[in-house]
């Protein structure tokens, strides 16, 4: 199970921090990241970050966002700056992960948070 939180209402400009933490039986973790997906339209990589910290963004949020995790905590987090009016969507965390030595990696879904930046 993945739950997510730090969604809510900011003003162009803000910024707000996103974190998911992993739960329940975890043999070990890929990589971690955030997705964002607006009415109609197809769910898009946000940022990701593998294990050993490499990272990766759309290019829409480069130099504004930064993805972090705590590989102790089995939690990922996004820092987001400099929100614009189009960052506004929900945003949903992503782990592949095995839960057991014998299982396949696996992705799996936090429940989405909202963002909405608006004046």
């Known amino acids: 199970q993945l739950q997510a939180f730090g969604g809510g209402l900011v003003q162009p400009g803000g910024s707000l921090r996103l974190s998911c933490a992993a739960s329940?039986?975890?043999?070990?973790?890929?990589?971690m990241g955030w997705y964002r997906q607006a009415p109609g339209e197809q769910r898009e990589l946000v940022a990701i970050?593998?294990?050993?910290?490499?990272?990766n963004y759309a290019d829409s949020v480069k130099g504004r966002f930064t993805i972090s995790r705590d590989n102790a905590k089995n939690t990922v987090y996004l820092q987001m700056n400099s929100l614009k009016p189009e960052d506004t969507t929900v945003y949903y965390c992503?782990?592949?992960?095995?839960?057991?030595?014998?299982?396949?990696?696996?992705?799996?879904w936090g429940q989405g948070t909202q963002v909405t930046v608006s004046s």
């Open positions: 970050i593998t294990t050993g910290g490499t990272t």
């Open positions: 992503n782990a592949k992960l095995r839960r057991h030595y014998s299982d396949y990696t696996k992705d799996y």
């Open positions: 329940g039986t975890i043999f070990s973790i890929d990589a």
